[in-house]
């Protein structure tokens, strides 16, 4: 997809970019693995996808507050751009942002960590 | 001896979402109004909604740490779906969302805050 940020904290002892987005990852491949879009399917894989992942994040144990977003689109050839801004401790707090795609659709989810003081 | 208690005030410690809603509204108005979906712009228009809606949400001057997520998409009939979770404080933490459109593109902008 054209023009997509992307964002990384890079900094250990806080949040840990790298292990969210395997779990994120494996969640996705877990819901929509093989399937093609499908409109009457698409409200419930977005549902599974972020309880999924919120689950597995908050397994880790870690002070943190979390918020997991995820849009599906459908390839059509449209244009879709994203953007995130986030007004918060940048030494605690981190998110990870992971793409996906198949051959008819394109799954983008996001993960941000808010440190609990 | 007379005791006296200040309660806090819940709308300077808790996410009230009109007023959030009503940021997101102008900020999108301003910077993409009238506008027709331009993928030259598009990157441009993203960092000027979500700088914009952040701006303003630092100046109420609320404990809170804020996210702003938007989204511009081309109107060609292709399908869209997000959703988000979130684990936080129930009690004092929100989200708002905001859908708005013209007849080429479509903008959602959500706002996540979490109290400090």
């Known amino acids: ?117 | 001896m007379d005791s006296y208690q200040i309660d806090e005030d819940p709308m300077l410690t808790t996410f009230v979402v009109d007023e959030v809603r009503k940021i997101i509204n102008e900020a999108v108005e301003s910077v993409i109004g009238g506008n027709v979906y331009q993928h030259s712009r598009v990157k441009q228009w993203n960092s000027s909604v979500t700088e914009q809606c952040l701006s303003q949400l630092s100046k109420l001057g609320k404990p809170f740490k804020y996210i702003v997520n938007c989204i511009i998409m081309q109107k060609t009939g292709a399908g869209l779906q997000t959703a988000c979770a979130c684990f936080w404080d129930n009690s004092t933490d929100g989200n708002c969302a905001v859908k708005w459109e013209n007849e080429s593109m479509y903008c959602i902008v959500t706002v996540f805050g979490m109290a400090i």
């Not at chain 1, 549902?47 to 908050?58: F, G, K, Y």
């Not at chain 1, 986030?86 to 051959?103: I, K, P």
């Open chain 1, 1 to 117: 997809m054209p023009g997509m940020e992307e964002f990384h904290t890079g900094s250990e002892g806080s949040f840990n970019s790298d292990e969210a987005d395997n779990i994120v990852k494996e969640c996705i491949d877990n819901v929509v693995g093989g399937d093609d879009y499908s409109q009457s399917q698409v409200n419930k894989w977005t549902a599974s996808i972020v309880e999924r992942c919120l689950t597995q994040l908050v397994k880790m144990g870690k002070p943190y507050k979390y918020i997991v977003t995820c849009a599906v689109m459908q390839k059509t050839g449209a244009g879709l751009h994203t953007a995130n801004s986030c007004y918060w401790d940048t030494a605690m707090d981190g998110s990870c942002t992971v793409r996906w795609e198949n051959r008819t659709m394109y799954c983008v989810v996001s993960v941000f960590a808010v440190a609990i003081a």
